[in-house]
């Protein structure tokens, strides 16, 4: 049980420190809207991760990945979602993370509504980290791989998969917190850049998903 805890854990680990969509997203919504909306996002990744596990042990993942045309259309749709929302981040300049329409100085109410996030925008951010999360078919390629080292009863399954899941849900919180720390150090200018790049990044990485899985299932 202990050897399955560490391989867990380094799984989790590896997962969390992955570059991709979820982790720039992660940083990004926690450096320009604060913990809460980062947290929220991280929550609705993990519980897309949940639900992939959950289709993985009862074996209908395995009728997605032998699908050439859903795993393909999931490919495509999600890398548009990303190529979508990355030109969105990039060129929306009418953002209140812009200070050119920000007010010269914010006061101490404005300040604490955005630090709280109201439930409908904490939802927002859970179901924007399911989406990147659940359209992603490597994601689904990779549960699928790690479901035959798991174990051999359903119980050890389920704890293997719990701790796989603890972690990396462990460590983007930890990303959402120290990324709005460091948003204390840095200037409105210099958040709303973050924000473009970011933007760029999430596209890239969106038409590499569309590319890479037009070459996958030709």
Known sequence: MFFALIKAVSIGLLLAIAPGAALFSILQTSISRGFRAGFALAIGISVSDIFLVSLC??????????????????????????????????????????PRHRPAVATAAVQAIEARPSKYQMFQYAFKGFIFNI??????????????????????????????????????????????????????????????????????????????TTLSFR
């Open 57 to 98: 042990l009862w074996g209908f993942a395995g009728i997605i990945q032998e699908s050439n045309t859903a795993s393909f259309f999931m490919g495509i749709i999600g890398g548009i979602i990303l190529v979508g929302y990355g030109i969105f981040t990039f060129f929306n300049k009418k953002t209140d993370l812009n």
């Open 135 to 212: 359209t992603n078919p490597f994601v689904w390629i990779l549960w699928i791989g790690v479901i035959p080292i798991s174990g051999e009863t359903l119980q050890e399954q389920i704890f293997f998969l719990f701790c796989i899941l603890a972690t990396t849900l462990g460590t983007d919180t930890l990303k959402s917190f120290f990324a709005n720390k460091i948003k204390n150090l840095l200037t409105p200018e210099r958040i709303f850049l973050i924000s473009r790049i970011v933007g760029l990044i999430l596209a890239v990485l969106g038409v590499i998903l569309i590319v890479r």
